[in-house]
């Protein structure tokens, strides 16, 4: 059996990062999501325990400060998360993204019957358990992404995400859709990566 033995710090590459940040969006400002919760960044709401609104309701940041807070809620709060239900079990570096993208995403990591499954042994069942998490349906893209990943080691994130540059005013408060445009994150990911590890 595998075992962890890496610092959790250490684990965060830069191809980690891009992956899930990948299923994301960045907008710069607070906005509403599909259910309505303030949501700012790369996906981040204030249940991650950065508080998001009414900090960045019409007050964007810089794509910098999004990816920094990104990286340290992966680092301080995500991964420690994924690593303890894998129980100590070393994943490889596109396990440990997809189980980050998943848990990013749902928060479930605890709960999921995959994960089980897969420490179990029983492969097959975990790859047709992963799908379970796939409302709604706009998620099931995303879902089978990490899935590919997890199992097969199929990557998807190549540095360039879409960014959301405006969001409407008054209380409906969503990205316009037509502002959206690719950036390459990747210079201001390593800048960040390389001041958190100085800082850890």
């Given at each position: 059996?595998r ?21 994301e ?6 906005y509403?999501?599909?259910?309505g919760?303030?949501?700012w960044?790369?996906?981040v709401t204030?249940?991650s ?21 990104f990286?340290?809620?992966?680092r301080?709060k995500?991964?420690?998360?994924v690593?303890?239900?894998f ?11 997809a ?6 995403n ?5 709960e ?22 796939s409302?709604p ?10 899935r ?8 998807a ?6 960014q ?7 209380r ?21 990566l390389?001041?958190a590890?100085?800082e850890?």
């Open positions: 059996m075992t962890a033995s890496t610092p959790s710090d250490a684990l965060l590459s830069e191809r980690v990062l891009q992956e899930i940040a990948e299923h969006a960045i907008v710069l400002e607070a509403r999501d599909s259910v919760e303030w949501t960044g790369v996906g204030s249940a325990g950065h508080r998001v609104f009414p900090r960045y309701r019409g007050k964007p940041s810089t794509i910098e400060r999004c990816l920094e807070i990286e340290w809620l992966l301080t995500y991964l420690p998360e690593l303890a239900a129980k100590g079990r070393a994943l490889q570096e596109h396990e440990l993204a189980a980050l993208s998943f848990h990013w749902t928060g479930g990591i605890a999921a019957s995959w994960v089980k499954s897969w420490l179990g042994g029983d492969i097959g069942r975990a790859r047709r358990e992963f799908l379970n998490w409302k349906r706009e998620i099931i893209g995303r879902r089978k992404a990490e590919s990943l997890f199992f097969d080691a199929v990557w994130g190549d540095g360039w995400v879409t959301y540059q405006r969001v409407s005013p008054g409906e408060a969503t990205p316009v859709w037509r502002s959206a445009r690719q950036i390459d994150i990747r210079p201001a990911l390593r800048a960040v390389a001041k590890r100085r850890t």
